[in-house]
Antibody, heavy 127, light 109 residues
Framework: QLQLQESGPGLVKPSETLSLTCTVSGGSISSSSYYWGWIRQPPGKGLEWIGSIYYSGSTYYNPSLKSRVTISVDTSKNQFSLKLSSVTAADTAVYYC???????????????????WGQGTTVTVSS | EIVMTQSPATLSVSPGERATLSCRASQSVSSNLAWYQQKPGQAPRLLIYGASTRATGIPARFSGSGSGTEFTLTISSLQSEDFAVYYCQQYNNWPQMYTFGQGTKLEIK
């Protein structure tokens, strides 16, 4: 059974860079049928998509965060990572990593939703 | 950017009754819509994708409908474990963009 586990510092100072890693176990990150990514949830608020990555390294970012976000993949370690620069208190949130599956039928692509999630890790931005 | 609006913000329903949650997109997303359930302190759980297809292991009492801009999640007979926050998500331009609604809290009446 595939599992995702987030790891990284729980406290980051303002203006610094938030760095998190998601470790994939029970399956390979190099599968051609999945995208991987990050979503965050500020305290008491809703869900915000941060970005997505394919095992080949193709990335897609939320335009509202694009200038500060980098997502990368390390297939040798079965991990992918998030870096968010110049953080402020507004970046305080629970950060989740996720997997999204898809299939191809001829010219049609079918997406099956974000079906596996990590448990989430709380990151607080404070001096 | 496609904006997703869920209603109501809070829904109070008694166990055993039916719950109907709504989600509206600011422009058509075809059937590219998913529903997630989130309980306190837990990660979201995928319930529905493709507007109406139940994810693996999701009970039949959960059903989704709609297309274009109007979508509905129906829980036919509420169980105690169904009281949670529900989010809709559009993925019309996946993997380049996803947006969530603000959530509907389903509480016990």
């Amino acid at each position: 059974q595939l599992q995702l586990q987030e790891s990284g510092p729980g406290l980051v100072k303002p203006s610094e860079t938030l760095s998190l890693t998601c470790t994939v176990s029970g399956g390979s990150i190099s599968s051609s049928s999945y995208y991987w990514g990050w979503i965050r949830q500020p305290p008491g608020k809703g869900l915000e998509w941060i970005g997505s990555i394919y095992y080949s390294g193709s990335t897609y970012y939320n335009p509202s965060l694009k200038s500060r976000v980098t997502i990368s993949v390390d297939t040798s370690k079965n991990q992918f990572s998030l870096k968010l620069s110049s953080v402020t208190a507004a970046d305080t949130a629970v950060y989740y990593c996720w997997r999204g599956g898809y299939s191809i039928n001829g010219m049609l692509y079918y997406y099956y939703g974000m079906d596996v999630w990590g448990q989430g890790t709380t990151v607080t931005v404070s001096s | 950017e496609i904006v997703m609006t869920q209603s109501p913000a809070t829904l109070s329903v008694s166990p055993g009754e039916r719950a109907t949650l709504s989600c509206r997109a600011s422009q058509s997303v075809s059937s590219n819509l998913a529903w997630y359930q989130q309980k306190p302190g837990q990660a979201p759980r995928l319930l529905i994708y493709g507007a109406s297809t139940r994810a693996t292991g999701i009970p039949a009492r959960f059903s989704g409908s709609g297309s274009g801009t109007e979508f509905t999640l129906t829980i036919s007979s509420l169980q105690s474990e169904d009281f949670a926050v529900y989010y809709c998500q559009q993925y019309n331009n996946w993997p380049q963009m996803y947006t969530f609604g603000q959530g509907t809290k389903l509480e016990i009446k």
